[in-house]
């Protein structure tokens, strides 16, 4: 193993999602993230691309994104259109393939970090149609005849919400890490990174507000690391005294995001 | 190499393939788990666990297979590792409990026992399902007794041996057998889902990739090519036992609810309810106001067979309910009885199951007998992820 992931400055993993991180670097395999969300799951492609000084590809999946869009996208149109008006180069279909994020990242002199950010948004079959390019690292463009063949495997890392069931011919592929929601330990410790200065008063108020409601029976959308980043964030702008904090819950709107969570946690304050 | 582990694993319902165990094999080669147990705990289950849901399973076997080696230090040792390379069976002999035992100080000894009894004792409550509220535990050494006994497994340090990781079973809540939330209802409806596409449809749907290939083709004049459209053709009928003994379900029941509602794939959702039985009545409104009761009849004239049908209910109820007509329920009075209702719609309805968040009654008598009867006339599934999955499975085949 010569990379070793260690954390870095601005991102705080666990020891296991070290490990996780480090097996799945020396085992050339793909890393599938899970986790609640808001647990950091695409920030630690970038806190790894920070760490290990590698170049990051993000490639965003939406709903409707197919899996050849990571590849290549041959714009047909563009050339229908530059023969009409008789373009230079029409006959050079190489012109009009563009690589997508994952072709990006196989012809990268140097190797990469990929991101395949939130797996589970697209379609069901979307998952094995990348079967064989993320485990030989190379795909065919039949319209220029060319293999695209990674100079540098990329370490990839992907993301899901777990919105929907990965294919089990896939997830044999990879290496799978579970982000645990954070406790109070480890919460501290990432607001810490995130803020010079935090009175330790409000800090353990924040904290103690926090677990609070995310232990409330009955929240629809629990808050998350994101929100209490947030959250300090306004409280420090309104200058909030720290007595306050866990009695009256000021700015909950930042917190909870939905009416009935406001309304119940308010039922449960007094 | 210690093969048997990989068959234990597969016993207890993990889906590891021979490709991840080969992968597993090849990072241990390259020293990946780091010469330690725990090193190597983490590794099996970042290589052959693949959700959170298994977690729990991994962690249980884990224990089973390696039980012995509790009161190895960390360090894994040359002769651990030869260990691991022999099949448990033959290991029996030379590292028998009794040396174990004498090897162990005697408080220790109890503690230890202790702790084993206990995890036991708790994969033994949670396999008996008990009671749905029940799970929504914390870690389940955190919140008894145990721990001033000396097991601190509530995690302190950072640095955790691979036994009491595995030991603190913490992801048991994820384990799919349980009993569910709205999240994980919702995502369980996804299954619920099929495709036109694959139906014989017509041909609709604009279609912009074909027409340009097309016309590329065709020399650069135009032809315009049409495609299938991908939709949901599913239609639910969701029909709902409210009040009564239902009030005890009513959370679980409220989040199956809402995450049919939100489910938006559907082509079309119904719901109606009932109280503890169908009759002559049926009602839009859980409240079952006389005012929005609708003849039963209606629906069965009127909502078509290709609705695939879920009922929710915990079919407990008195005997007389199900069985004998002029039952008076919620304004509804009729001579029908309503197993017989219940009959109709299975007549209809080629695609029911029947929900129900409860558990057989183990202390029979009526609702035992109702709950009898109905789960033999319909294909009957508890409440949990897995059982549900089922469900929703049987409802996209056809019988």
Known sequence: MNLTFQGSKNYVASEELMRSVNIAIALQKPLLIKGEPGTGKTMLAEAISQALGKKLIIWNIKSTTKAQDGLYVYDVVQRLYDSQFGNEGVDDIAKYVKLGKLGEAFSSDEQVILLIDEIDKADLEFPNDLLWELDKMEFYIPETKETIKAKQRPIVIITSNAEKELPDAFLRRCIFHYIEFPDAEQMEEIIKVHFDHVEENVLKQVLATFYWIRGLYNIQKKPSTSEVIDWIRALELGGVPSYKIKETVPFAGVLLKKNEDIDTMRRYLK | ?399
């Not at chain 2, 889906?15 to 992968?23: A, C, G, H, Q």
């Open chain 2, 1 to 399: 190499m210690f093969t048997s582990f990989f068959y234990l694993l597969r016993a207890r319902g993990l889906k590891v393939s021979l490709n991840e165990w080969m992968s597993l094999m090849e990072a241990l080669d390259k020293g990946l788990h780091q010469s330690s147990f725990t090193g190597f705990y983490y590794l099996c289950r970042a290589i052959l666990v693949k959700s959170e849901a298994d977690f729990d399973k991994f962690d249980g076997a884990f224990l089973e297979y390696f039980k012995d080696m509790e009161r190895a230090s960390d360090e894994l040792p040359k002769e651990l590792l030869d260990w691991l390379n022999k099949p448990r069976e033959e290991l029996d002999g030379s590292f028998s409990e009794e040396d174990l035992l004498r090897n162990m100080g005697l408080p220790e000894d109890v503690i230890q026992q202790m702790f084993l009894e206990r995890l036991k004792e708790q994969q033994e409550q949670h396999n008996g399902g008990s009671k749905w509220i029940g799970t929504r535990g914390a870690s389940p050494f955190g919140n008894n007794g145990q721990i001033d006994k000396g097991i601190r497994v509530g995690g302190e340090s950072k640095k955790k041996s691979a036994f009491q990781v595995a030991g603190e079973r913490k992801f048991r809540d994820f384990r799919e057998d349980n009993v569910l939330d709205t999240r994980q209802f919702q995502m369980a409806f996804r299954r619920l889902r099929q495709f036109s596409a694959r139906a014989d449809e017509a041909r609709t749907e604009f279609d912009i990739d074909g027409t340009i290939r097309e016309t590329c083709d065709n020399a650069g004049s135009l032809k315009v090519v049409y495609d299938k459209p991908r939709r949901n053709t599913v239609k639910v009928l969701l029909l709902m036992d409210s009040g009564g003994s239902m009030d005890y379900y009513s959370r679980m029941c409220s989040a199956l609810f809402q995450a049919v509602r939100n489910s938006n794939h559907f082509k079309d959702l119904q719901v109606f309810y009932f109280h503890n039985c169908i009759y002559s009545k049926i009602f839009k409104d859980p409240r079952m106001r006389p005012a929005s009761a609708i003849p039963t009849e209606w629906i069965l004239q009127n909502i078509s067979s290709e609705y695939k049908v879920i009922i929710v209910g915990d079919a407990q109820m008195d005997p007389y309910e199900l069985m004998e007509g002029s039952w008076y329920s919620y304004g509804a009075r009729d001579k029908t009885p309503g197993i017989e209702w219940l009959r109709r719609f299975k007549e209809k309805y080629p695609h029911i199951v029947w929900l129900n968040p409860s558990e057989r009654p183990y202390w029979g008598g009526w609702w035992a007998k109702t709950y009898d009867i109905l789960a033999k006339e319909f294909d009957m599934y508890r409440l949990t992820l897995d059982d549900l999955n089922n469900a929703l499975k049987k409802l996209m085949v056809s019988r």
